[in-house]
């Protein structure tokens, strides 16, 4: 599984990003995580707001901080 952060690093995509984590490795999970910050490649998705998740190369997440319950039922959701 491929994770991306979308959006500046901020206190949220942190957390968004620890959250995803913490989801991905309860459910057993392996995934790569990478943190995309430049523009271009950001708007690519249209995302309006940040935080963004972006899992396999679905957009899931704009605007929020996933809890990790959150996370699990949308990585579920996903699988």
Same mark, same amino acid.
């Given at each position: 599984?491929?994770? %991306? *952060?979308?959006?500046? #690093?901020?206190?949220? $995509? @942190?957390?968004?990003?620890?959250?995803? $984590?913490? $989801? &991905?490795? %309860?459910? +057993?999970? +392996?995934?790569? /995580?990478?943190? !995309?910050? =430049? /523009?271009? %490649?950001?708007?690519?998705?249209? !995302? #309006?707001? /940040?935080? $963004? &998740?972006? *899992?396999? @190369? +679905?957009?899931?997440?704009?605007?929020?901080?996933?809890? !990790?319950? =959150?996370? *699990?039922?949308? *990585?579920?959701? &996903?699988?």
């Amino acid at each position: 599984m491929h994770v %991306k *952060i979308l959006g500046p #690093m901020t206190k949220q $995509a @942190e957390l968004l990003l620890q959250n995803t $984590a913490i $989801a &991905l490795k %309860k459910l +057993k999970v +392996k995934a790569e /995580f990478e943190k !995309v910050s =430049e /523009f271009q %490649k950001v708007v690519a998705y249209g !995302v #309006m707001a /940040f935080p $963004a &998740l972006v *899992i396999d @190369e +679905k957009l899931v997440a704009v605007g929020s901080t996933l809890s !990790v319950d =959150e996370a *699990i039922t949308l *990585i579920k959701q &996903l699988s």
